[in-house]
């Protein structure tokens, strides 16, 4: 069974970074494929990055590619998200995630209840100070 904890949340101001990592607690992270969602307060559920089950795959939705970095390491059963350059609209919930199948593009992460994955972090809140 998947259980996902994230954190490494905080207060940053802008310009700053942030390293978040989300650890799954049971025996089998290393064959789902990993995401990073994020929400902010009043708006949709957002898709972030995602990174195949091999760490061979990666897909960064256009908002975030250049300033954050997915990568995982299954020896620790662990994915992370790298932020940098971190701006007042990046403030939200940060949502780790693991699904079975991996997209390419937008579109296929962009569809509630489940947006693509399977199963769900509670998330890890970060604050960006303008």
């Known amino acids: 069974q998947v259980q996902l904890v994230e954190s490494g949340g905080g207060l940053v101001q802008a310009g700053g970074s942030l390293t978040l990592s989300c650890t799954d607690s049971?025996?089998?992270?290393?064959?789902?494929?990993m995401a990073w969602f994020r929400q902010a307060p009043g708006k949709e559920r957002e898709f972030v990055a995602v990174?195949?089950?091999?760490?061979?795959?990666?897909y960064y939705a256009g908002s975030v590619k250049g300033r954050f970095t997915i990568s995982r390491d299954s020896a620790k059963n662990t994915v992370y998200l790298q932020t940098n350059g971190l701006h007042a609209e990046d403030t939200a919930v940060y949502y780790c995630?693991?699904?079975?199948?991996?997209?390419?593009?937008?579109?296929?992460?962009?569809?509630?209840?489940?947006?693509?994955?399977?199963?769900w972090g509670k998330g890890t809140l970060v604050t960006v100070s303008s």
């Open positions: 995630a693991a699904g079975s199948k991996f997209y390419v593009g937008d579109v296929y992460y962009t569809r509630g209840p489940d947006y693509g994955m399977d199963y």
């Open positions: 990174i195949n089950w091999s760490g061979s795959s990666i």
């Open positions: 049971g025996r089998t992270f290393s064959r789902y494929n």
